[in-house]
Each structure stands twice: as structure tokens, then as C-alpha cells.
């Protein structure tokens, strides 16, 4: 199972930018995508979480400026950030729960896209 994410880069105070999230391989279903980031020097937090079924779930950092959605037919999920803040730059990492073919659970991580907020 391979996890991607997409849509990274330099953006000014008070825009916005949405990162993509796609797992590929031998998947049944994705199960839950969760978006993590890490600024430097700093611990890996958990930003937003959505399960199949539920109802996202998000950081008090970002609530009301970053939503999450998915595509459950394309196994892909996607971060909307608006209102963005120097405080939100970081390598933001996606991490994909996939049930496979086979019935197993498996969770992935992808390698991460750089976001920089700064005029």
C-alpha cells in the first residue's frame, strides 16, 4: 500500500491551500485518513481525524480554519486549510488505515509535504 500527499508549498498569511491524501494497492476500503504535521524542531501532532462513518475530528489549533473530507471511491482524502498562519508551517503527513483484499487492517504513512506560510 502506497500513501501520497499532494498540494504542499509556500503560501502568504490568511490564505489557503488543500493537501490531498491518495492510497493505492490492494485495498478493500480506506477505514480512516488522518492528517499529522511536524514544524521544526517541534513534536509531530495530530492535526484533524476522520473515520469511515464519523464525523472529523480536528486539533483546537486549527478548528474552524481546516476541514477534512474524503473520497471513500478514490481512497483519497483531503485537507482544507484557510486562514493560514506562519504558526502552521510544517511537513504535514498523512496516515491511511486501509482494510486490504485479503481482510487485514494495515496503517500507512506517506513521506510528507512541505508547507510554508510566510509573505
Known amino acids: 500500500v502506497q500513501v501520497v500527499e499532494s498540494g504542499g508549498g509556500l503560501v502568504q498569511p490568511g490564505g489557503s491551500l488543500r493537501l490531498s491524501c491518495a492510497a493505492s494497492?490492494?485495498?478493500?476500503?480506506?477505514?480512516?485518513m488522518n492528517w499529522y504535521r511536524q514544524a521544526p524542531g517541534k513534536q509531530r501532532e495530530l492535526v484533524a481525524v476522520?473515520?469511515?462513518?464519523?464525523?472529523?475530528n480536528y486539533a483546537d489549533s486549527v478548528k474552524a480554519r481546516f476541514t477534512l473530507s474524503r473520497d471513500s471511491a478514490k481512497n483519497t482524502g483531503y485537507l482544507q486549510r484557510n486562514s493560514l498562519k506562519p504558526a502552521d508551517t510544517a511537513v504535514y503527513y498523512c496516515n491511511a488505515s486501509v482494510i486490504l483484499v485479503t481482510g487485514d487492517l494495515l496503517d500507512s504513512w506517506g513521506h510528507g509535504t512541505q508547507v510554508t506560510i510566510s509573505s
Open positions: 476522520l473515520t469511515s462513518g464519523g464525523s472529523p
Open positions: 494497492g490492494s485495498i478493500f476500503s480506506t477505514y480512516a
